[in-house]
């Protein structure tokens, strides 16, 4: 069976992005991993970029390290936001809707994995669902408006560890108080991010009939 190369042998690439100049992303967890790559790729577009970081210093260096690639002239700045705490999350998206006019995409990149022991956030939700899940969820309910008065992206970064776990969404027993395990929490933290996400975020099933 013959199949096509859509983008040439190499696949996509992000050299295939165009001019950013003019769009603003946000992103969660941008000072290491995927979240500081993205930011990288993003800025050397010419795009303005804002980290909600929970650590001040780590944000700092990294903010650094961007300009001492891309040069001084980057736009990229940085708020603190600690995702397992709702109230945090309330306060920079507050922020952000009083200094940023656009966002052209909010992409939902932090998160915590292979908490060892039960850990349970201010809020009184498991660590993991907290901060990958609920934190992010709020914070996409509270720009949800900016983000699509410019017609922009939510981005939800997932795993296929939410294959591995329970398998789905433990209702019954969230905080896993009758049997706490590492992997489980998290796995049922990445479906949250897969899948009750996805339902919660589409307000209408095919035919146009409310949910």
């Not at 390290?65 to 397992?84: E, P, T």
């Amino acid at each position: 069976m013959m199949t096509t190369q859509q983008f040439g042998k190499k696949g996509w690439t992000p050299e295939r992005i165009g001019s950013l100049v003019g769009k603003t992303y946000v992103i969660t967890g941008a000072n290491s991993g995927a979240g500081f790559e993205a930011s990288r790729i993003l800025l050397s577009k010419g795009a303005k970029v804002v980290m909600l970081n929970r650590n001040p210093s780590k944000s700092a260096n990294a903010i650094e390290a961007l300009k001492q690639s891309l040069g001084q002239h980057i736009d990229v700045r940085f708020i603190q936001v600690d995702l397992a705490v709702l109230e945090s999350v309330r306060n920079v998206a507050n922020e952000l809707l009083n200094t940023t006019p656009i966002i052209d995409a909010l992409i939902c990149n932090g998160a915590i994995a292979q908490v060892a022991k039960q850990h349970l956030t201010a809020d009184g939700f498991e660590s993991q669902l907290g901060v990958n899940h609920f934190g992010h969820f709020l914070l996409c309910g509270l720009l949800f408006d900016r983000i699509n008065e410019a017609k922009g992206r939510i981005v939800m970064v997932g795993s296929n560890a939410y294959k591995m776990g329970l398998k789905r969404i433990k209702f019954e027993d969230l905080n896993f108080d009758k049997k706490y395990t590492a992997w489980d929490s998290y796995a049922q933290s990445k479906a949250g991010t897969n899948d009750v996400w996805l339902r919660a975020a589409t307000p209408y099933k095919s035919g146009g009939q409310k949910r």
